[in-house]
């Protein structure tokens, strides 16, 4: 009886397995018959693009982030601006775009959900309710509830805020300076950067720059064993089952450290001087818009969302910024002839005495306007190095058109990702892409090079459409105070042979000398750390100006 019985279940079980397999056998047929006559790198039907992808990949650093796969991808294969990257089983297919009309047509012209992979990922870190991932109403309710603290208006009305916490990073550079350090200097940027924000959108000091933070350790620690569980490069690591639980505990630390935070503000708004702090604005723009709310209590839903989006905004403006100044002063000290320019800018605009230019800044924040030059420096790390790109979800109804071929590409169960560092590398928008060159974001430029084609239309390190970043004026300006307080006062020499020596700082960087290293003979290449970040943090050390 028991034996029929035990034979019965393993019968049942073997259905249930069939019948799943046989599902899986239609789908992969139906899948890989699909792809196998849409554009995209070398196809086999077993693999699917895989084995072109591994091709590809041979080419790169083994940290490489991800992003440049798909860049490497189409040169090596020769490929137009719109293709399939056949993933499947393993992950959604990427259809990868590198043109910027049809960027547009899915950001701009109509803006498609967010994929789900974004959603997935972004969620985990940020909760319900956060810009990032809110779609429709929902998001357009809270993106109207920050834009004003967003403003490059009220930005510049921060601008001394933002000297004073960069003076406290000029001070720690003096100090590694004089002891001739080594320190990544992605990692400082980060301290400074996640300090910035706390002042502007908050109105606390974290002070991560000088010691420890409850919130800036809890959401270093959280993006460092998200990384280890998306490590396709190591996936023993994936495999440990630590992670899940430090995850959870420290989004557990950072919503009770900032809940308080959010009911203190709630609690003293009339008792304090009018704040210019970024949740200060967003409560009383809501509170405006929400009509009926009962504005004795802190309502549940702005506390959610305040919440879900002080965390996004920490992570959002950190991760990104940081890696934009790391870049900066990596590129203006491997090319003298434009650190001499940046730097007469500097001297043409605070006078001689670099010491000056703090005060300066702090009585005058519009000198920063000024500041052309840089502005344009700036504007070409963020193309050579662009940090992040959008992913959208690709629809049933939704085609898009091959520029090349006309030919009307399918978008279900695609993963679109309008290629930042694709179109940024794109020879039909900027001739010799792959050459550092701040030239062509000068409305003078006038060489044969880049006066005629430079599309400013294909810059877009903040993405494009209505889901653009929202803290592009912060960041911008961040960077331009950072270079103005810096560039003059210190020498800067990068140090990735030394790497090694830092690892076991704790940051979480990973040296690998096992391949390649250079892309498009740049030794600084982006490695992937959740966006993608310079090659182990940027090893350096600095120098005193005399
Ligand atoms: C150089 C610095 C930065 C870069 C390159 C950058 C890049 C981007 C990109 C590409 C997106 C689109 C993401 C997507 O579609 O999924 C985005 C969105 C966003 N960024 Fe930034 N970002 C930077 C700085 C900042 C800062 C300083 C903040 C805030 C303090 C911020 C907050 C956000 C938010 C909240 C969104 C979502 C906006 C929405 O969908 O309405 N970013 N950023």
Redesign the pocket.
Known sequence: MIGSTSSQIVLALAVVALAYLVRFMVKFHFHRTRMSGLPGPPHSYLWGHIKSIREAMATLPLTAHRQLMPLISKEKFGLGDVFYLDTFPFAPPPLVITDIEVMKSITTYTSLP?HHL?VEFVDWLGGPQN??TLEGSA?KRW?SAFNPG?SAKHIMSLVPVIVDETQVFCDLMTEKAKKQELFRMERAATKL?VDI?GKV?LDVAFDSQRGPNTLVDSMLSFIKWMEIGNAWMNPIAILDIRGSFVLRYQSWKMNRYLSRIVEDRFATRHTRQKSKAIIDLALDVYIKETKGIDTTHLDPDFKTAAIS?MK??IF??HD??S??IAYALYYLFKYPDILAKIRKEHDDVFGSDPADAANQLREDPYLLNKLIYTTAVIREV?RYQ??????RAGQKDVYIRDPKTGQALPTEGTMLWPL?VGIHRNEKYWPNPHVFDPERHLASASSENNSTVNNKEAWI???NG???????E??MV??KILLALTVRTFDFVAAFDEAYKLNDDGSGYKVDNSSVQSIYGDEAYQVAFMTAKPRDGLPCRLTLRV
Request: proline share 10%; charged share 10%; aromatic share 10%.
């Open positions: 967010k974004v810009l990032v998001w993106r967003f950067t924000i959108v989006n996004i905004f959002a403006g990104t910024t890696t934009g963020l662009p940090p992040a790109s959008t992913l930042d390190p903040f993405s209505p889901r653009n970043c929202i803290g592009q912060l960041a961040e960077t």
